[in-house]
DNA sequence: CGCAATACCTGGGTGC
DNA sequence: TGCACCCAGGTATTGC
């Protein structure tokens, strides 16, 4: 499901009813989602206020005042919702209604700010640990992450720098999470449609032979930002999974230009193609001939 | 070494 | 209706 803006959304919506809030009551209803939960899990959870929420790249990491992080990450089909505690409940027990779309609820936090927080994850693809904050740097999951796409050190040079020798697709490059962090399938397809730059082209044509940044480059940059800033805006894109944490949909889906779009026509003004479908590494990529070179 | 393929899961959709 | 098959927003591992 989630990309960088999905996390985000999920990131804003929790961060009300965890920030500065105690985890009362955790509890994880499977013994694993994409790897085994640590067997001390809950209990370095259980009674720790949260001191802030934050995100790197795909990941959420709640700050815990005993100086641990709770690492989360929502895989493929992961989703929050945040949900009213049923007061007639014993205090440690989780009483709302179920159905279909409940048989997935993996992990529950009771918070004390009032509110449930339900991690549901149907193809548990994505996973939860808690580290120390001072081994995060540490943090396997975490140690080859490149740089934050809309962080300060990401430019076009940063990224022709990474892109140099690299005869992969730029489609693959901006996949690859150590070249930057927080795209996935939508977003590359979407910004590489924006800066008109084919998802074929071999990443390394990023750079000049001096290692200059080619204005390729710069469009591309200037594209991911502009893609992800509106997407965040938009609160993320539902296709399947992608639910706010109030249960909402995002919108930005309603602003692809190309994802989803085979055999429509090309938005770009004045370009009339239509957008193809392709498979690249595994993954459909969408775009427009005619305009992306 | 870099890169592509594969594996991990479930569920929804399609075509027979 | 059932079944086989394909597809899905991610990522770690395998093998060439």
Known sequence: ????????????????????????????????????????????????????LGRRAKYLMADLASGDVLLMHLGMSGSFRVIKPDNDAAPGEFHYPRGKDTTHDHVLFRMSSGADIVFN????????????????????????????????????????????GKTTSLKAALLDQRVVAGLGNIYVCEALHRSHLSPR??????????????????????????VLNDA????????????RTTGELGYFQHSFKVYDREGETCKTPACGGTIKRFNQNGRSTFWCRKCQK
């Open 1 to 52: 499901m989630p990309e960088l803006p999905e996390v985000e959304t999920v990131r804003r919506g929790l961060q009300p009813v965890m920030e500065g809030a105690k985890i009362v009551v955790a509890e994880a209803r499977r013994p694993d989602l994409r790897f085994p939960f640590q067997p001390d899990f809950v209990a370095r959870l259980q009674g720790q206020v949260v001191t802030g």
């Open 121 to 164: 994850d149907p193809r548990r693809f994505g996973c939860m640990k808690v580290i120390a904050r001072n081994a995060l740097e540490d943090e396997p999951l975490l140690r080859g992450l490149g740089p934050e796409p809309l962080g300060n050190e990401f430019d076009a040079a940063m990224l022709a720098r990474s892109c140099e």
């Open 201 to 226: 082209r071999i990443a390394a044509t990023l750079s000049t032979r001096k290692g200059e940044p080619t204005d390729h480059a710069k469009r591309l940059v200037g594209a991911i930002h502009t």
């Open 232 to 243: 965040i805006k938009a609160g993320g894109s539902s296709l399947r999974d992608h639910r």
